[in-house]
Protein backbone atom coordinates (compact mmCIF):
# COMPACT_ATOMS: atom_id res chain seq x y z
CA UNK A 1 0.00 0.00 0.00
CA UNK A 2 1.24 3.32 -0.95
CA UNK A 3 2.13 5.48 2.52
CA UNK A 4 1.63 9.02 3.26
CA UNK A 5 5.52 10.09 4.65
CA UNK A 6 6.64 13.28 6.06
CA UNK A 7 10.29 14.02 6.06
CA UNK A 8 11.64 16.75 7.90
CA UNK A 9 15.07 17.86 6.51
CA UNK A 10 15.83 18.53 2.72
CA UNK A 11 19.71 18.10 3.45
CA UNK A 12 21.45 15.14 1.49
CA UNK A 13 19.88 12.86 3.96
CA UNK A 14 16.54 13.73 3.54
CA UNK A 15 16.70 14.08 0.25
CA UNK A 16 18.28 10.40 -0.29
CA UNK A 17 15.39 8.69 2.16
CA UNK A 18 12.85 10.72 0.33
CA UNK A 19 14.63 8.94 -2.99
CA UNK A 20 15.16 5.20 -1.47
CA UNK A 21 11.39 5.68 -0.29
CA UNK A 22 10.35 6.70 -3.75
CA UNK A 23 10.63 3.53 -5.12
CA UNK A 24 7.76 2.07 -3.85
CA UNK A 25 4.96 4.65 -4.61
CA UNK A 26 4.95 6.40 -1.33
CA UNK A 27 3.76 9.83 -1.43
CA UNK A 28 6.68 12.06 0.31
CA UNK A 29 6.98 15.68 1.65
CA UNK A 30 10.01 17.09 2.60
CA UNK A 31 9.67 19.82 5.22
CA UNK A 32 12.30 22.54 4.78
CA UNK A 33 12.33 25.53 6.84
CA UNK A 34 15.50 27.46 4.83
CA UNK A 35 15.17 28.75 1.22
CA UNK A 36 15.26 27.02 -1.99
CA UNK A 37 18.36 26.54 -4.15
CA UNK A 38 18.68 29.55 -6.44
CA UNK A 39 18.21 28.13 -10.19
CA UNK A 40 21.80 28.79 -11.77
CA UNK A 41 25.38 27.51 -11.32
CA UNK A 42 26.98 25.85 -8.91
CA UNK A 43 28.67 29.14 -7.88
CA UNK A 44 25.52 30.48 -6.88
CA UNK A 45 24.78 27.62 -5.02
CA UNK A 46 27.77 27.73 -3.20
CA UNK A 47 27.93 32.01 -2.45
CA UNK A 48 24.12 32.80 -2.52
CA UNK A 49 22.44 30.16 -0.94
CA UNK A 50 21.78 30.11 2.59
CA UNK A 51 21.45 27.09 4.32
CA UNK A 52 21.22 27.92 8.26
CA UNK A 53 19.98 24.66 8.73
CA UNK A 54 22.73 23.20 7.72
CA UNK A 55 25.87 24.34 9.68
CA UNK A 56 28.50 22.28 7.76
CA UNK A 57 26.97 23.51 4.49
CA UNK A 58 30.30 25.44 3.27
CA UNK A 59 32.76 23.12 5.06
CA UNK A 60 34.66 20.21 2.91
CA UNK A 61 32.88 16.87 2.34
CA UNK A 62 34.45 14.22 0.74
CA UNK A 63 31.99 10.97 -0.86
CA UNK A 64 33.27 7.95 0.20
CA UNK A 65 33.08 4.44 -2.04
CA UNK A 66 30.02 3.02 0.03
CA UNK A 67 28.13 6.12 -0.87
CA UNK A 68 29.42 6.42 -4.36
CA UNK A 69 28.85 3.04 -5.33
CA UNK A 70 25.21 2.91 -4.29
CA UNK A 71 24.63 6.24 -6.30
CA UNK A 72 26.33 4.68 -9.41
CA UNK A 73 24.22 1.57 -9.10
CA UNK A 74 20.93 2.63 -8.81
CA UNK A 75 20.63 6.65 -9.95
CA UNK A 76 23.17 6.50 -12.39
CA UNK A 77 21.43 9.60 -13.99
CA UNK A 78 22.18 11.63 -10.99
CA UNK A 79 25.76 10.62 -10.82
CA UNK A 80 25.96 11.77 -15.06
CA UNK A 81 24.40 14.87 -13.56
CA UNK A 82 27.07 15.36 -10.95
CA UNK A 83 29.24 15.61 -13.53
CA UNK A 84 27.97 17.81 -15.65
CA UNK A 85 27.98 20.10 -13.06
CA UNK A 86 31.88 19.49 -12.50
CA UNK A 87 32.14 16.84 -9.53
CA UNK A 88 35.28 14.82 -9.90
CA UNK A 89 36.25 11.38 -10.29
CA UNK A 90 39.32 10.15 -7.67
CA UNK A 91 40.25 6.54 -8.37
CA UNK A 92 42.04 4.51 -6.34
CA UNK A 93 45.17 4.57 -8.34
CA UNK A 94 44.86 8.58 -7.71
CA UNK A 95 45.32 8.18 -4.51
CA UNK A 96 48.34 5.48 -4.32
CA UNK A 97 51.13 6.84 -2.32
CA UNK A 98 54.56 7.64 -4.35
CA UNK A 99 56.01 4.44 -3.01
CA UNK A 100 53.75 2.14 -4.47
CA UNK A 101 52.51 3.84 -8.01
CA UNK A 102 55.47 2.11 -9.75
CA UNK A 103 55.06 -1.51 -8.86
CA UNK A 104 51.47 -1.34 -8.66
CA UNK A 105 49.18 -4.02 -10.31
CA UNK A 106 45.34 -3.04 -10.68
CA UNK A 107 42.60 -5.63 -8.67
CA UNK A 108 39.29 -5.64 -9.54
CA UNK A 109 38.23 -4.50 -6.15
CA UNK A 110 39.90 -1.15 -6.59
CA UNK A 111 37.52 0.03 -9.02
CA UNK A 112 35.26 -0.10 -5.96
CA UNK A 113 37.37 2.33 -4.08
CA UNK A 114 36.69 5.67 -5.19
CA UNK A 115 35.77 9.72 -4.41
CA UNK A 116 33.12 11.87 -5.82
CA UNK A 117 34.65 15.75 -4.66
CA UNK A 118 32.31 18.50 -5.48
CA UNK A 119 31.35 21.28 -3.34
CA UNK A 120 28.37 20.35 -1.09
CA UNK A 121 26.48 22.69 -2.01
CA UNK A 122 27.09 21.40 -5.92
CA UNK A 123 26.29 17.68 -4.54
CA UNK A 124 22.55 18.81 -2.66
CA UNK A 125 21.74 21.58 -5.48
CA UNK A 126 21.53 19.00 -8.34
CA UNK A 127 20.42 15.89 -6.28
CA UNK A 128 17.73 18.03 -4.94
CA UNK A 129 16.91 19.09 -8.52
CA UNK A 130 17.09 15.21 -9.33
CA UNK A 131 13.96 14.42 -6.45
CA UNK A 132 12.59 17.10 -7.34
CA UNK A 133 11.42 15.85 -10.44
CA UNK A 134 9.63 12.52 -9.09
CA UNK A 135 6.49 13.09 -8.95
CA UNK A 136 5.61 11.64 -6.17
CA UNK A 137 7.87 13.83 -3.89
CA UNK A 138 7.02 17.31 -3.25
CA UNK A 139 9.41 19.69 -1.18
CA UNK A 140 7.99 22.60 0.45
CA UNK A 141 10.93 25.45 1.51
CA UNK A 142 10.70 27.64 4.15
CA UNK A 143 8.23 25.62 6.16
CA UNK A 144 9.26 24.78 9.81
CA UNK A 145 8.68 21.84 11.89
CA UNK A 146 7.17 22.91 15.05
CA UNK A 147 5.82 20.43 17.33
CA UNK A 148 5.05 16.44 16.39
CA UNK A 149 1.13 15.24 16.33
CA UNK A 150 0.68 12.44 18.07
CA UNK A 151 -0.96 10.12 21.09
CA UNK A 152 -0.20 8.45 23.90
CA UNK A 153 -2.30 4.81 24.36
CA UNK A 154 -0.52 2.53 27.41
CA UNK A 155 2.58 4.54 27.48
CA UNK A 156 3.29 3.80 23.72
CA UNK A 157 3.38 6.82 21.27
CA UNK A 158 2.23 6.69 17.92
CA UNK A 159 3.13 9.72 15.82
CA UNK A 160 0.48 10.69 12.77
CA UNK A 161 1.64 13.90 11.71
CA UNK A 162 3.27 17.12 12.04
CA UNK A 163 2.80 20.86 13.39
CA UNK A 164 4.00 23.00 10.77
CA UNK A 165 4.31 26.99 10.06
CA UNK A 166 4.99 28.21 6.52
CA UNK A 167 7.14 31.43 6.33
CA UNK A 168 6.70 32.14 10.15
CA UNK A 169 3.03 32.23 9.37
CA UNK A 170 0.04 30.36 11.51
CA UNK A 171 0.59 26.72 12.52
CA UNK A 172 -0.90 24.02 10.94
CA UNK A 173 -1.35 20.58 10.90
CA UNK A 174 -0.80 17.69 8.95
CA UNK A 175 -1.13 14.41 9.05
CA UNK A 176 1.34 11.22 7.81
CA UNK A 177 1.32 7.59 8.01
CA UNK A 178 5.09 8.37 9.37
CA UNK A 179 7.77 10.58 9.87
CA UNK A 180 11.54 10.53 9.15
CA UNK A 181 13.54 12.64 10.82
CA UNK A 182 16.34 14.06 8.61
CA UNK A 183 16.58 17.54 10.96
CA UNK A 184 20.29 16.44 11.37
CA UNK A 185 22.69 17.16 15.15
CA UNK A 186 20.16 20.10 16.22
CA UNK A 187 17.38 17.95 15.55
CA UNK A 188 14.61 18.63 18.68
CA UNK A 189 12.61 15.61 18.32
CA UNK A 190 14.44 13.55 21.31
CA UNK A 191 13.13 16.62 23.65
CA UNK A 192 9.96 16.46 22.08
CA UNK A 193 9.79 12.70 22.98
CA UNK A 194 10.96 12.95 26.13
CA UNK A 195 8.65 15.56 27.04
CA UNK A 196 5.69 12.49 26.42
CA UNK A 197 7.53 10.47 28.31
CA UNK A 198 9.61 8.68 25.98
CA UNK A 199 13.23 7.98 27.17
CA UNK A 200 15.81 8.68 24.42
CA UNK A 201 19.32 6.93 25.25
CA UNK A 202 21.95 9.16 24.46
CA UNK A 203 26.32 8.43 24.01
CA UNK A 204 28.04 11.52 23.37
CA UNK A 205 32.11 12.42 23.65
CA UNK A 206 34.01 15.30 22.75
CA UNK A 207 36.26 15.17 19.96
CA UNK A 208 38.06 17.88 21.96
CA UNK A 209 38.83 19.98 18.23
CA UNK A 210 37.96 22.66 16.45
CA UNK A 211 38.76 22.96 12.84
CA UNK A 212 38.41 26.16 10.22
CA UNK A 213 38.12 26.54 6.21
CA UNK A 214 38.93 28.40 3.64
CA UNK A 215 37.73 28.40 0.18
CA UNK A 216 40.04 29.09 -2.82
CA UNK A 217 39.63 28.92 -6.34
CA UNK A 218 42.73 28.29 -8.95
CA UNK A 219 43.49 30.67 -11.57
CA UNK A 220 42.53 30.16 -15.11
CA UNK A 221 45.91 29.13 -16.37
CA UNK A 222 46.74 26.80 -13.41
CA UNK A 223 46.83 23.04 -12.71
CA UNK A 224 46.29 21.31 -9.01
CA UNK A 225 49.60 20.36 -7.12
CA UNK A 226 50.19 16.91 -6.36
CA UNK A 227 48.94 16.12 -3.29
CA UNK A 228 49.94 12.05 -2.55
CA UNK A 229 53.94 13.11 -3.51
CA UNK A 230 56.40 13.72 -0.86
CA UNK A 231 54.56 16.95 0.34
CA UNK A 232 51.27 15.38 1.33
CA UNK A 233 48.23 17.60 0.60
CA UNK A 234 46.45 16.08 3.58
CA UNK A 235 48.63 15.07 7.17
CA UNK A 236 49.48 15.63 10.29
CA UNK A 237 52.48 17.83 11.80
CA UNK A 238 51.41 16.59 15.83
CA UNK A 239 49.82 19.99 16.62
CA UNK A 240 47.55 20.69 13.89
CA UNK A 241 46.30 18.59 11.00
CA UNK A 242 45.25 19.66 7.60
CA UNK A 243 43.83 18.99 4.54
CA UNK A 244 43.08 20.25 0.84
CA UNK A 245 39.62 19.29 -0.54
CA UNK A 246 39.22 19.64 -4.48
CA UNK A 247 35.94 20.34 -5.57
CA UNK A 248 33.96 21.29 -8.51
CA UNK A 249 35.13 23.57 -11.60
CA UNK A 250 38.74 24.66 -10.43
CA UNK A 251 37.41 25.30 -6.31
CA UNK A 252 39.08 23.75 -3.23
CA UNK A 253 38.76 23.50 0.17
CA UNK A 254 41.39 23.84 2.76
CA UNK A 255 40.75 22.54 6.74
CA UNK A 256 43.37 23.50 9.80
CA UNK A 257 42.14 21.48 12.53
CA UNK A 258 43.51 22.23 16.28
CA UNK A 259 43.34 20.28 19.54
CA UNK A 260 41.09 23.21 21.76
CA UNK A 261 44.17 23.40 23.76
CA UNK A 262 45.77 25.30 21.10
CA UNK A 263 44.80 28.84 21.73
CA UNK A 264 47.62 31.26 20.10
CA UNK A 265 46.71 28.88 17.01
CA UNK A 266 43.31 28.73 17.34
CA UNK A 267 42.98 32.59 17.46
CA UNK A 268 45.70 32.92 14.16
CA UNK A 269 43.83 30.76 12.02
CA UNK A 270 40.50 32.79 12.70
CA UNK A 271 42.15 35.88 10.57
CA UNK A 272 41.99 35.05 7.03
CA UNK A 273 45.93 36.36 6.25
CA UNK A 274 47.26 34.34 9.49
CA UNK A 275 45.21 31.30 8.05
CA UNK A 276 47.13 31.99 4.62
CA UNK A 277 50.46 32.29 6.38
CA UNK A 278 50.22 28.98 8.14
CA UNK A 279 49.43 27.49 5.07
CA UNK A 280 52.05 28.81 3.13
CA UNK A 281 54.78 27.18 5.98
CA UNK A 282 53.82 23.68 5.56
CA UNK A 283 55.19 22.09 2.41
CA UNK A 284 51.89 20.07 1.46
CA UNK A 285 49.78 23.21 1.08
CA UNK A 286 52.44 25.90 0.05
CA UNK A 287 51.73 24.85 -3.39
CA UNK A 288 48.39 25.36 -3.82
CA UNK A 289 48.03 28.99 -2.68
CA UNK A 290 51.34 30.53 -3.77
CA UNK A 291 50.75 33.86 -5.36
CA UNK A 292 49.35 33.11 -8.76
CA UNK A 293 48.57 29.72 -8.17
CA UNK A 294 44.86 30.22 -6.47
CA UNK A 295 43.04 32.88 -5.00
CA UNK A 296 40.42 33.39 -1.61
CA UNK A 297 37.21 33.05 -2.22
CA UNK A 298 35.65 33.37 1.51
CA UNK A 299 37.36 34.33 4.60
CA UNK A 300 38.29 31.48 7.47
CA UNK A 301 35.62 30.10 8.99
CA UNK A 302 35.73 28.01 12.14
CA UNK A 303 33.03 24.43 13.40
CA UNK A 304 33.63 23.36 16.70
CA UNK A 305 31.41 21.65 19.60
CA UNK A 306 32.28 18.38 17.46
CA UNK A 307 30.62 15.42 19.27
CA UNK A 308 30.65 11.71 18.58
CA UNK A 309 26.55 11.44 19.13
CA UNK A 310 24.70 7.74 19.06
CA UNK A 311 20.83 8.20 19.71
CA UNK A 312 19.27 4.49 20.92
CA UNK A 313 15.00 4.54 20.26
CA UNK A 314 14.88 1.48 21.17
CA UNK A 315 14.67 0.19 25.22
CA UNK A 316 14.57 -3.52 26.24
CA UNK A 317 13.43 -4.46 22.80
CA UNK A 318 10.60 -1.94 23.10
CA UNK A 319 10.48 0.91 20.27
CA UNK A 320 10.17 4.54 22.29
CA UNK A 321 8.45 6.23 19.25
CA UNK A 322 5.78 4.57 16.87
CA UNK A 323 6.02 5.71 13.25
CA UNK A 324 8.82 7.82 14.02
CA UNK A 325 12.78 7.27 12.00
CA UNK A 326 15.38 9.17 12.81
CA UNK A 327 18.11 8.98 9.93
CA UNK A 328 21.91 10.82 9.62
CA UNK A 329 23.04 13.04 12.07
CA UNK A 330 20.12 13.04 14.08
CA UNK A 331 20.62 9.68 15.25
CA UNK A 332 24.34 8.95 14.64
CA UNK A 333 27.23 11.66 14.22
CA UNK A 334 30.67 10.95 13.82
CA UNK A 335 33.69 13.21 13.99
CA UNK A 336 33.22 15.16 10.11
CA UNK A 337 37.17 15.43 10.35
CA UNK A 338 36.58 11.83 8.86
CA UNK A 339 34.31 12.22 6.17
CA UNK A 340 31.97 9.63 6.97
CA UNK A 341 28.53 12.00 7.59
CA UNK A 342 27.36 11.92 3.95
CA UNK A 343 27.78 8.67 3.51
CA UNK A 344 26.60 7.10 6.27
CA UNK A 345 23.65 8.81 6.32
CA UNK A 346 23.11 7.96 2.80
CA UNK A 347 23.45 4.11 3.69
CA UNK A 348 21.07 4.90 6.49
CA UNK A 349 17.96 6.41 4.72
CA UNK A 350 18.58 2.66 2.18
CA UNK A 351 18.30 0.95 5.61
CA UNK A 352 15.23 2.74 6.37
CA UNK A 353 13.80 1.75 3.10
CA UNK A 354 14.63 -1.94 3.79
CA UNK A 355 13.03 -1.64 6.87
CA UNK A 356 10.28 0.24 6.14
CA UNK A 357 9.78 -1.91 2.54
CA UNK A 358 9.87 -5.12 4.33
CA UNK A 359 7.50 -5.16 7.05
CA UNK A 360 4.21 -3.40 8.04
CA UNK A 361 3.96 -3.47 11.77
CA UNK A 362 4.82 -0.28 13.07
CA UNK A 363 6.82 -2.32 15.88
CA UNK A 364 8.86 -4.64 13.63
CA UNK A 365 9.44 -1.93 11.25
CA UNK A 366 11.03 0.08 14.31
CA UNK A 367 13.35 -2.90 15.74
CA UNK A 368 14.39 -4.19 12.41
CA UNK A 369 15.64 -0.30 11.65
CA UNK A 370 17.29 -0.13 15.00
CA UNK A 371 18.70 -3.74 14.08
CA UNK A 372 19.94 -2.40 10.95
CA UNK A 373 21.45 0.69 12.29
CA UNK A 374 23.41 -1.28 14.68
CA UNK A 375 25.17 -3.80 12.72
CA UNK A 376 25.54 -1.55 9.61
CA UNK A 377 26.47 1.60 11.24
CA UNK A 378 27.66 1.58 14.85
CA UNK A 379 31.19 -0.65 14.13
CA UNK A 380 32.06 2.56 12.33
CA UNK A 381 30.98 4.70 15.58
CA UNK A 382 32.99 2.59 17.65
CA UNK A 383 35.74 2.96 14.98
CA UNK A 384 35.41 6.80 14.88
CA UNK A 385 35.48 7.32 18.77
CA UNK A 386 38.69 5.07 19.06
CA UNK A 387 39.99 7.91 16.57
CA UNK A 388 38.67 10.75 18.46
CA UNK A 389 40.56 9.08 21.58
CA UNK A 390 44.00 8.56 19.85
CA UNK A 391 43.76 11.77 18.30
CA UNK A 392 43.33 13.28 21.92
CA UNK A 393 46.64 11.58 23.23
CA UNK A 394 48.41 12.54 19.92
CA UNK A 395 47.74 16.17 20.74
CA UNK A 396 48.44 15.68 24.47
CA UNK A 397 51.75 14.24 23.00
CA UNK A 398 52.69 17.33 20.85
CA UNK A 399 53.01 19.41 23.96
CA UNK A 400 55.46 17.44 24.81
CA UNK A 401 59.68 16.67 23.04
CA UNK A 402 58.86 13.43 22.22
CA UNK A 403 55.81 12.86 20.26
CA UNK A 404 54.68 9.27 21.43
CA UNK A 405 51.40 9.24 23.00
CA UNK A 406 52.16 7.57 26.45
CA UNK A 407 50.52 3.88 26.68
CA UNK A 408 49.15 2.95 30.40
CA UNK A 409 49.87 -0.96 30.31
CA UNK A 410 50.81 -3.70 27.69
CA UNK A 411 47.35 -3.51 26.10
CA UNK A 412 47.77 0.70 25.23
CA UNK A 413 50.75 -0.17 24.03
CA UNK A 414 50.45 -2.76 21.79
CA UNK A 415 47.34 -0.66 20.01
CA UNK A 416 49.26 2.16 19.56
CA UNK A 417 52.38 -0.07 18.28
CA UNK A 418 49.97 -1.65 15.70
CA UNK A 419 48.89 1.78 14.75
CA UNK A 420 51.63 3.39 14.29
CA UNK A 421 53.16 -0.17 11.95
CA UNK A 422 49.78 0.24 10.02
CA UNK A 423 50.85 4.43 9.34
CA UNK A 424 54.26 3.09 8.25
CA UNK A 425 53.21 0.11 6.43
CA UNK A 426 50.36 1.70 4.21
CA UNK A 427 52.64 3.94 2.53
CA UNK A 428 54.99 1.35 1.57
CA UNK A 429 52.70 -2.19 0.74
CA UNK A 430 50.06 -2.30 -1.37
CA UNK A 431 48.34 -5.26 0.75
CA UNK A 432 47.96 -3.06 3.49
CA UNK A 433 46.98 0.32 1.15
CA UNK A 434 44.52 -1.64 0.17
CA UNK A 435 43.10 -2.88 3.20
CA UNK A 436 43.06 0.88 4.61
CA UNK A 437 41.29 2.51 1.96
CA UNK A 438 38.80 -0.55 1.94
CA UNK A 439 37.83 0.82 5.79
CA UNK A 440 38.11 4.46 4.76
CA UNK A 441 35.96 4.08 2.21
CA UNK A 442 33.30 1.90 4.55
CA UNK A 443 33.51 -0.73 2.35
CA UNK A 444 33.75 -3.11 4.85
CA UNK A 445 33.85 -2.76 8.63
CA UNK A 446 36.75 -0.45 9.43
CA UNK A 447 39.57 -2.55 10.30
CA UNK A 448 38.31 -6.12 9.04
CA UNK A 449 41.57 -5.99 6.54
CA UNK A 450 43.36 -6.86 9.63
CA UNK A 451 41.83 -10.83 9.85
CA UNK A 452 43.89 -11.39 6.59
CA UNK A 453 46.71 -13.82 7.67
CA UNK A 454 49.32 -11.93 4.74
CA UNK A 455 48.23 -8.09 6.46
CA UNK A 456 49.08 -9.33 10.11
CA UNK A 457 52.49 -10.56 8.85
CA UNK A 458 53.12 -7.74 7.40
CA UNK A 459 52.39 -5.31 9.85
CA UNK A 460 54.27 -7.90 12.73
CA UNK A 461 57.41 -6.76 10.34
CA UNK A 462 56.84 -3.19 10.57
CA UNK A 463 56.36 -3.61 14.62
CA UNK A 464 59.36 -4.93 14.84
CA UNK A 465 61.12 -2.16 13.06
CA UNK A 466 60.23 -0.32 16.30
CA UNK A 467 57.43 2.69 17.36
CA UNK A 468 59.57 5.64 17.08
CA UNK A 469 60.71 4.81 13.21
CA UNK A 470 56.83 3.70 12.32
CA UNK A 471 55.85 6.87 14.06
CA UNK A 472 57.16 9.04 11.46
CA UNK A 473 55.04 8.21 9.00
CA UNK A 474 52.19 9.69 10.85
CA UNK A 475 53.77 12.87 10.52
CA UNK A 476 54.21 15.18 7.46
CA UNK A 477 57.01 17.88 6.96
CA UNK A 478 56.62 20.93 8.36
CA UNK A 479 57.33 23.94 10.87
CA UNK A 480 57.90 22.89 14.76
CA UNK A 481 54.90 23.37 17.18
CA UNK A 482 56.95 26.66 18.43
CA UNK A 483 58.15 27.66 14.94
CA UNK A 484 54.67 27.62 14.07
CA UNK A 485 53.49 30.04 16.83
CA UNK A 486 56.34 32.28 16.54
CA UNK A 487 55.82 32.53 12.65
CA UNK A 488 51.49 33.97 13.53
CA UNK A 489 52.35 35.86 16.72
CA UNK A 490 55.40 37.53 15.78
CA UNK A 491 57.30 37.30 18.93
CA UNK A 492 59.62 33.94 20.37
CA UNK A 493 57.42 31.63 21.46
CA UNK A 494 59.88 30.07 24.13
Known amino acids: MKENIGIVGAG ?20 ERDSAPPAGSPDEAFFQWSRRGAAQFRHPHAFLGVMCNLLQEHYPQLVQRLWDAGARKISF ?20 MWLLMCRRATMESVLRKYVEEISSITILSKHEVVAPELEVRDSTISLHGLRVRENRGPVRSVKHDLIVDASGRNSKFPKWLEGFGATIKEESEDAEIVYYTKHYQLENDQNEPDRTGKNRGAGDLGYIKYGVFPGDNGHFA ?34 WVKKGKSRATTSSFGFGKINAIWRSFVRDNRPEALNYFAVGDAAVRTNPLYGRGCSTGIVHSHLLEKAISSKSSPIERALMFDRLTEKELRPIYQASLREDRLGKKRAEASLRVGRLESSKGLKQWLTASIGDAIASSSRENIDVFRGVMKSFNLLEKPGDFLKDGKIQRI ?11 NSSARYQRGPSRLEMIELVSGKDAA
Open 459 to 469: ILRYMLRGRKQ
Open 93 to 112: EDMLPDEIKKSYIPEPDDKQ
Open 12 to 31: ICGLSSALALSKHENNITIY
Open 254 to 287: IILCLPNHEKELRNAVKVPALFDKICEAIPGLEP
